[in-house]
């Protein structure tokens, strides 16, 4: 079974400043999708990022960009000009199965702060 | 769109009755899943369909759990009799193919 790794319980950060999230995974498989979803104190679950394992280029999205290592299996989240907005939980997901179509797999999440 | 539509966003019930929350999966989308958040456990796969067929169902929890999609645009999440250790917020997501997941608002239910 897959899981995923999140070593980070919480994160601070400085408003404007940039923060990098960490997460890593254990998978035998070769072909998955790998996310990041913030979750806000409204409890929406938000994606942020997605990253398809057979593509080298990391994915990024305006402020948020990620670090994919597949040999590694590692695929952290950077945040950059943080900004009060982006204080939320974030959780790495895992999808995997035939054609990447199974449920996800989550890691337990990092708490970020920001601090204004 | 209207998004992922889940019901009720909170429900308190007493031990040992039935409970059933309802989604509604946006339209056009094939696959359906439902999750459980808990402090002790965080996100877990409970159940998902493709085409409202269950294919994946080894994440539910107890035969209290059973899980319905009649159609493709409605499916339910039932527990009974229900336990205080229930008590969770339960998130469905759909999405189309393997593309991402796009999560209901969540229903937080209260077992006492």
């Known amino acids: 079974a897959q899981t995923v790794t999140q070593s980070q319980p919480e994160m601070s950060v400085q408003e404007a400043e940039t923060v990098t999230l960490s997460c890593t995974y254990d998978?035998?498989?070769?072909?998955?999708?790998l996310f990041w979803y913030k979750q806000p104190p409204s409890r929406q679950m938000i994606l942020v990022i997605r990253?398809?394992?057979?593509?080298?280029q990391n994915a990024t999205e305006n402020r948020f960009s990620v670090n994919f290592q597949k040999a590694a299996k590692s695929f952290s989240l950077k945040i950059s000009d943080s900004q009060l907005g982006d204080a939320a939980m974030y959780f790495c997901?895992?999808?995997?199965?035939?054609?990447?179509?199974?449920?996800?797999?989550f890691g337990k999440g990092t708490h970020l702060i920001i601090q204004p | 769109d209207a998004g992922v539509i889940q019901s009720p966003r909170h429900e308190v019930t007493e031990m040992g009755q039935e409970v059933t929350l309802r989604c509604k999966p946006i339209s056009g989308h094939d696959y359906l899943f439902w999750y459980r958040q808990t402090m002790m456990r965080g996100l877990e796969l409970l159940i998902y369909f493709n085409n409202n067929v269950p294919i994946d169902d080894s994440g539910m929890p107890e035969d209290r759990f059973s899980a319905k999609m009649p159609n493709a645009s409605f499916s339910t999440l039932k527990i009974q009799p229900s336990e205080p250790r229930d008590s969770a917020v339960y998130f469905c997501?759909?999405?189309?193919?393997?593309?991402?997941?796009?999560f209901g608002p969540g229903t937080r239910l209260t077992v006492l």
């Open positions: 997901a895992y999808r995997g199965g035939m054609g990447g179509a199974d449920g996800l797999t």
């Open positions: 990253q398809e394992a057979y593509k080298q």
């Open positions: 997501a759909s999405s189309l193919m393997s593309y991402e997941q796009f």
């Open positions: 998978t035998s498989e070769s072909d998955y999708y």
